[in-house]
């Protein structure tokens, strides 16, 4: 059976954005639970309009946010990947690592386990030299993730894009690089 995936750990596989991913990942961004540390949930518009985005950012770079499935039944789950940070701060120009899966695939270790597969795949086929991950303070979730995957805290910062009064505006930010990732695996 072809699998089309670019790579992929124990469960996962990493592939190109399909047209059949489009109504399952609206629904996802339009759930509230889902979307808790987001300032707002998708409409279906807005969730095309981000994988549109994520295909353009893999056209032009050569990395995304990869549309994830579990390899035993290749059931769509979410993404998890890199994408180039634009806004201005530490780490404008590298890589941020990140992911986002329906509440049904929570818990049972796909983020930890894409994350490091994308950290991988970073390193050693794109070749960066660091990665960095940011998220609300108070999405501890995503925070456990980035310790789990052997990244650093390196600061905090107030989100330029989100309102001073918003729950979300104070963030963390993470960093792993290279050779702190190669030492860990070996």
Known sequence: METNYLFESERLGF???KDNDRDFFASMTADLEVMRYFPETLTKLQADQLIDR?????DDE???MWAVE????RVFIGYVGLLEITMAI?????????????KRFWKQGFATEGAL?????????LHMTAVYSFTATINVPSET???????SKIGEFQHPKLACDS????????????????????
């Open 145 to 151: 993730v980035m310790k789990k995957i052997g990244m």
């Open 15 to 17: 592939r190109p954005w």
């Open 70 to 73: 579990r390899k035993i039944d």
């Open 167 to 186: 729950p979300l505006k104070t963030h963390v930010l993470y960093k792993i690089e290279k050779q702190q990732f190669t030492n860990s695996k070996g």
């Open 117 to 125: 597969a994308c950290l991988a795949y970073a390193f050693d086929v």
């Open 90 to 102: 530490e780490g404008q120009g590298h890589a941020e690592i990140g992911w986002r899966l329906d």
């Open 54 to 58: 994520f295909n353009r950012h893999m």
């Open 62 to 64: 050569g990395y995304t």
